[in-house]
């Protein structure tokens, strides 16, 4: 009916402009927002659960003892701020991408013709934005009290400590979420996150006896960054080199072990 | 049948009392803030309110409610053994026992210790309470209510191992055959109810303090296995275990529910009368007596519940079920809140006798919604009961009508996708074997085959997901690894699941943003026929409705050539006629499809030309009505003195053959040659025709290949 008679003819297609792609980008960007933010297990206790913390420990209970030490202040915003950032990056990644693993979808995406990694650069972008939207009312609240005593150029250097420091909770999210099942995935990330809390001195001050594991926790070297950008000597424990080159090294740990298990298993 | 339904209640019946003790151990907590002459720090709270009664209802419950639980974990123990076996049961105990020990064990300390630490605050007057210090035991951990879950752990374990000893020692299984005959009799006899406690009775006479309140003391400090509780608990889960072993033994407690009841309400009588006149064991003959009448009570008790349930609450009810399920997370979160509301009505000045019930009532309501929107659609739920179930449920229709043939007027091109002498192995299994397949330009491709003939890897080396061992792949005249090639592909996968939080519309805008030249959004949701529930999440769509959405995903890019791989499962008459409608339209636009499917009737409705697979060969391709013919062949078998070759040259007739006494003829024309026989064989007998179905013809097609 029409001259194509061919054996092999070419198909190609035209590329999309650039624009097409940027546009992509987003488009998987603001999904992913709306999904996590849709869903109440990732969105009430990765964003309520901080500063709900934070006002009970910083505000109602220790408020008293932070008027006299502004020090204390420092280590309670520091606490509760870093876990509003690390949270939504190592849940919502980890959980979602076990379970978009369970569900089929990571083999759909590769099929469809979804720019490269899309849909990890929309992962690691919620992450990071749901981690400011979780840590914002914490300043807000401290702020508001009074309870952080810091200038304005200290706070902005801590926060954007803590905002890069999600990195390697991502990178963390990515390996959870590449290693588990959909349903075991929070269980694993619960596993290793909140011991990491507890024993990195994040929340409270450690016995001696135990200062010898905290290195191993990535939430010690971010709150070490975290101390050094807000000037805090007095939580200064390790150079800022050594904390930047580990949550560095974390990363690139975390990543390594979530691309091999990608590859061998998809 | 019958024997099946019987265990099947008898189960319900346990559920419902392992549900009881449970949740009762929610009251017996809840009772704890309102125990008269307790100092503080022993409980979170001390009431302004204390009440004798609820000290002696607490006891009460306190006697039996861990061995009730222990009993029932015994019976479902072996029954969870019997049917996964060794390795899977451990998997299986792992992820609902010993996750949840670790898992709550460091979600729950910390706010049972706020909890504590606020409540003892309270009681004090406002000082701050030291810190508590760790128990001067061995092994000293706070396991706090969880250590029923830790104890569980260790009775498996033993148990395990007694086990194995005695599988060895009696491989003909006569002694165990023995030990059930007594397990039915000592029920029958009620001679269990006044022996079965003399072990723990032995125990609790052993410790040197022992308030008789506390029944046996909770192991609730340390690691190390506590004595009384290991051979009170583990007598209980053993027990239940060898009730599971015994065939009578279950319907034995059924019909003595009524006597050890009343067993266990006159011990218990005379455990609190003697408990009132000495709240402390002082070593003696008392001691002794109570002991062992307490050891009645524990075996009264449980076997009069287990019996009552079995005798009242065998049938199914969904809100008992419903309860039953809900009762292992209630007790593993309930602490923290009920202590927290102990805490906060401690000193409001009211009658116990309305803070109790108060504080239940606000308990449960907090726990039973916890788990009704946070556990049981989630996969906390899955952990704890197994499964998770759907906040709605919607049936997917499955109703299938005939097909109607549509005329193939569109085949008109060069192939947009070739698998060319493609070999594909996984392993040692090859799942596609020298393959040749081509789409042409503007058809439809049916490709047919049973399970596991290879449909599925030849759509994934098309897709681009794998690569071949040998051969060549081309899609839309290149490599399919090629993005530039795959912008022109659409495709619908089996096992896939769309995200639930998003709805149908955005699902398609999120796919059509991949592509160069889509549908507007609105015409791929009108073409899918899914405009109706386009804005209703993703997660709530029935299955049907699932397919359809994932049809308009593929759809959506405009695609060159479109792969379905069994699209139509799950959806109904209407839902089905609206897809294939719409095949039809990519079809005349032309677009390419392939599809794979099971049933014959759907390429007969839709395909240009049919491909059959079977062990990773094509065995049979052409037109619809070529596939007709070869499924339309019937087989004929009878026993006759005519010969293979007699028959083989007669019109209509396929293949011959001949097996002990039977021919067995192959045929197109049945009727014709079903009169010729039995014209040319007056003596013929045991004349059979048979239709050959669609997996008739794939077999019949497999051996003619081979």
Sequence with gaps: ?266 | MNDTQTSENRLHALDAVRGFALLLGVAFHAALSFMPGWPPGIWAMNDNSPSQFLSDAAFVTHIFRMSLFFFVAGYFGRLLYQRLGARSFWANRGKRIAVPLIAGWIVLFPAIAFVWTVGITKVLGGTTPPMPEMPKVPGAFPLTHLWFLYQLLLTYVAVLAIRGVVAHLDPAQKLRGLIDKAVTASIRTMTATFTLGLPVAAALMSLSFWFYWQGIPTPDQSLIPQIPASVGFGTAFAFGWLVHRSKDALAAIGKRWFANLAIAILATGWLLHTMHASPMAQPGLTKTLYAMVFGVAVWGWVFGLTGAALRFLSNYSAARRYIADASYWIYLAHLPVVAAFQVWVGHWPLHWSVKYPLILVASFAVLFLSYHYFVRPTFIGKLLNGRKYPRKAHPAGSTRTPASPLPADNVNGGPVAQLRGITKKFGAVTALNSIDIEVRRGELLAVLGPNGAGKSTAIALWLGLIEADSGEVTLLGGDPQDVARRRGLGVMMQDVEMPKELRPRELVALASSYYSNPFEVVETLQRAGITQFADRPYGKLSGGQKRQTQFAVAICGHPKVLFLDEPTVGLDVQAREALWKCIRALLADGCSIVLTTHYLEEAEALADRVAVISKGRVIASGSVDDMRSLVARRQISCESSLTVDDVRSWPGVVEVSHDASKLNITVTDAEGVVRRLLASDAKLTRLEVRQAGLNEAFTELTREAA
Excluded at chain 1, 151 to 173: E, K, N, R, V
Excluded at chain 1, 215 to 237: C, E, N, R, S, V
């Design chain 1, 1 to 266: 009916m029409n001259s194509m008679t061919l054996t092999s003819p070419d198909y190609t297609l035209a590329a999309p402009t650039s624009r097409r792609i940027f546009a992509a980008y987003l488009t998987e960007t603001r999904y992913e927002f709306m999904r996590q933010v849709r869903n109440p297990g990732v969105a009430i206790p990765v964003l309520l659960l901080p500063v709900a913390l934070y006002a009970l420990f910083a505000v109602a209970i220790f408020g008293g003892e932070i008027t006299k030490d502004a020090n204390l202040g420092i280590f309670f915003f520091a606490a509760f701020g870093i876990m509003a950032v690390t949270m939504p990056a190592l849940f919502g990644l980890g959980t979602t991408l076990a379970m978009e693993r369970d569900m089929g979808l990571l083999r759909l995406k590769r099929a469809q013709p979804a720019p490269a990694g899309a849909w990890l650069v929309a992962k690691i972008a919620c992450g990071i934005g749901l981690g400011i939207i979780s840590y914002t009312p914490i300043v807000i609240a401290a702020l508001a009290s009074g309870k952080l005593a810091l200038d304005a150029a200290h706070l902005a250097a801590m926060s954007g400590a803590m905002l890069c420091g999600t990195i390697p909770f991502c990178a963390m999210g990515l390996m959870v979420g590449t290693l588990a099942s959909g349903s075991a995935a929070p269980g694993y990330a619960n596993l290793i996150y909140l011991p990491g809390c507890y024993l990195s001195g994040l929340f409270f001050p450690l016995p001696k006896s135990m200062h010898w594991q905290v290195p191993i926790w990535p939430q010690f070297h971010l709150d070490q960054f975290a101390m050094y950008a807000a000037g805090a000597t007095k939580f200064q424990f390790e150079p800022v080199l050594i904390a930047v080159v580990s949550l560095v090294g974390y990363t690139v740990l975390f990543s390594a072990v979530a691309i091999w298990r990608l590859a061998k298993k998809g």
